[in-house]
C-alpha cells in the first residue's frame, strides 16, 4: 500500500510564493487564505555567519493526526495511502480540528463555513497526477510520491539523504511532509516554526463518546414518540369507524 509524502528542499526554495498562488487557484481558495504558506526565518547568527531562509508550511498530513481525533462528525479521516482530508459534507464548521492542529495549517473557509486545508491535491492524486504546488514550483524544491516505494524520489530523500520532519518531544505525531537543504537553514527553519502542543482535542471526543450519542438517543425517542402517537391515533380512528 503506498504512503504518500512529500519533500520541500529549503535549499532549492526561492520564495518566491508561486506554490501558494498555483493551490489557491486550483482549489478556490478565498481571498486572504491559503492552503500553503511561504514564511522566512532568520537572519540568525553573527556576521558575517548570518543564517536566513524560507520555510514552506502545509497540512503535514501526519500518521497520527490530532485533527481527526478532534473532529466531532468524522469529517476529517485519514486515508488509506496516509492523507488527511475533509468531507465536507460531514463538517460542521465547528473548529474543533483547527484548534487541535499543532501546525495552524486548517481555517474555516467563510464562504462554504466548511474547514479548508492542503489535502495533498487528493482529486488530482486520483487522476494520476502530481499536486498543482508540486508542478509549479519554479525551483523544482518539492516533490512528492509514495515513502515506501524505495526508487521514488521521496523515498530516497528521506532515507538516503535525511529529509526531515518538523516535530519537537512535546508534539511527535509523525508529519509525512519533511525538509531537505542546509542543517543551518533546515535548523533554522524548523525551530522558528515548531509546532505547538495541540489545543481543544478534548471537545470533539467529548462530543463523539458522549453528547452525540445522547443526542442521537433523544432524536430516536422523539421519533419513537411520534410514532407511537400516530398508531393511537389510527386504532381511535378505526375505532370510531366501527362505531
Not at 2 to 13: G, H, N
Not at 79 to 107: H, K, M, W
Request: charged share 20%; glycine share 8%; with cysteine.
Amino acid at each position: 500500500m503506498a504512503r504518500y509524502a512529500m519533500v520541500i528542499d529549503l535549499q532549492k526554495c526561492v520564495g518566491c510564493q508561486a506554490c501558494t498562488v498555483a493551490c489557491n487557484s486550483e482549489w478556490e481558495v478565498p481571498v486572504g487564505y491559503a492552503r500553503t504558506h511561504v514564511h522566512y526565518a532568520g537572519p540568525a547568527g553573527v556576521i558575517p555567519h548570518l543564517v536566513a531562509g524560507p520555510y514552506v508550511a502545509q497540512c503535514n498530513h501526519c500518521s497520527h493526526p490530532t485533527c481527526v481525533r478532534a473532529c466531532p462528525t468524522g469529517a476529517t479521516y485519514q486515508t488509506d495511502q496516509g492523507s488527511v482530508v475533509v468531507n465536507r459534507d460531514l463538517c460542521i464548521g465547528c473548529g474543533f480540528c483547527v484548534e487541535a492542529c499543532p501546525y495552524g495549517a486548517r481555517f474555516l473557509d467563510p464562504v462554504r463555513n466548511k474547514v479548508d486545508k492542503c489535502d495533498f491535491c487528493a482529486a488530482r492524486v486520483e487522476k494520476g497526477l502530481q499536486p498543482a504546488c508540486v508542478i509549479t514550483c519554479t525551483a523544482h524544491a518539492k516533490f512528492f510520491g509514495d515513502l515506501e516505494d524505495a526508487s521514488s524520489s521521496v523515498s530516497q530523500m528521506v532515507y538516503e539523504k535525511g529529509a526531515r520532519r518538523n516535530e519537537t518531544p512535546a508534539v511527535h505525531i509523525g508529519p509525512n511532509v519533511y525538509y531537505l537543504g542546509r542543517k543551518a537553514n533546515v535548523d533554522l527553519a524548523l525551530a522558528s516554526f515548531a509546532p505547538r502542543p495541540p489545543r481543544l482535542a478534548a471537545p470533539g471526543r467529548f462530543w463523539r463518546d458522549a453528547v452525540k450519542p445522547l443526542v442521537l438517543a433523544a432524536i430516536g425517542a422523539t421519533f419513537l414518540g411520534q410514532a407511537i402517537a400516530f398508531f393511537n391515533q389510527l386504532v381511535k380512528g378505526e375505532g370510531q369507524f366501527d362505531d
